[in-house]
C-alpha cells in the first residue's frame, strides 16, 4: 500500500483532484440485504427501529439512506453504502470527537446533493485547550505518531464515487490536527462539480493501493 497525504485545498480549488466520467457500478454483492434507512430525520444509525430490516446494518447489507440526516457516533459497517440526494451521514461528532471507524466492503456512493461529513477523534489525555499543549506535546515525536494512530479510518473495500453534486467533508481536530483517512481498496472518483470541502478546517489522507 502507498500512503499519499493530501493536504485539500478549499473549495473551488479542486480541479486537480476532480476526475472527468466514472464508472457506475454494481454497489453491493448479489447476497447482501437491501437495509434502507426509514427513521426520522436527524436520527441515530444504532437504532434498530430506524431501519428498514428493523436491524443496525452489519457488513450484510446493501445499506441506503434517502432524504433523511442520519448520525452515527461510533463504528459502522456495511457491505455497501449510498447516500443518496438530499441525504447526510455524519460519522463521528465535531463536538465530542470520539474515535470511530467505518467499513464499508464494497462501494461508498454519495450521490448529487447527498453530504458525508467524517470527523476526526482527539488525542487521548489531550484536555482540549491550548494551555495543554505543552504537556501533549513536550515530546514531539511520540505526539506526532499519536496523532496518526488517533485518525478515524473510513475503509472502503470497493469504490468511493462522489458524484456530481455530492459534498464530502472531512474534519480534522481543530487542536492537534487529528486527521481523517479514507483507506480505498478501489477507485476514488471525485466527478465533475462534486466536492470535497474544507471551508474552515478539514484534511484527509487517502490511502489506496
Not at 428493523?54 to 441506503?64: G, L, M, Q
Request: charged content about 20%; some cysteine.
Amino acid at each position: 500500500m502507498k500512503l499519499v497525504r493530501m493536504l485539500l485545498p478549499p473549495v473551488g480549488a479542486m480541479s486537480a483532484l476532480v476526475l472527468l466520467g466514472f464508472s457506475i457500478l454494481p454497489s453491493g454483492t448479489l447476497f447482501a440485504d437491501p437495509n434502507a434507512y426509514v427513521g426520522k430525520d436527524k436520527g441515530d444509525w444504532f437504532v434498530a427501529d430506524n431501519w428498514d430490516l428493523k436491524r443496525v446494518p452489519t457488513a450484510d447489507d446493501d445499506v441506503s439512506i434517502l432524504g433523511k440526516t442520519v448520525y452515527a457516533a461510533g463504528n459502522i459497517s456495511a457491505c455497501s453504502l449510498h447516500v443518496a440526494a438530499g441525504a447526510a451521514l455524519h460519522l463521528g461528532s465535531s463536538s465530542e470527537r470520539m474515535n470511530v471507524s467505518a467499513t464499508i466492503e464494497h462501494d461508498l456512493v454519495v450521490e448529487d446533493q447527498g453530504k458525508l461529513y467524517v470527523y476526526a477523534g482527539e488525542l487521548e489525555g489531550f484536555a482540549g485547550t491550548p494551555e495543554s499543549y505543552p504537556d501533549t506535546f513536550s515530546d514531539r515525536a511520540k505526539a506526532t505518531a499519536a496523532i496518526y494512530a488517533n485518525a478515524n479510518v473510513l475503509s472502503i473495500g470497493g469504490d468511493f464515487i462522489v458524484q456530481e453534486g455530492g459534498t464530502v467533508y472531512p474534519d480534522n481536530a481543530p487542536l492537534t490536527g487529528t486527521p481523517v483517512f479514507f483507506k480505498v481498496e478501489g477507485d476514488f472518483n471525485l466527478t465533475a462539480d462534486s466536492s470535497i470541502s474544507t471551508t474552515g478546517r478539514g484534511w484527509g489522507y487517502i490511502d489506496r493501493a
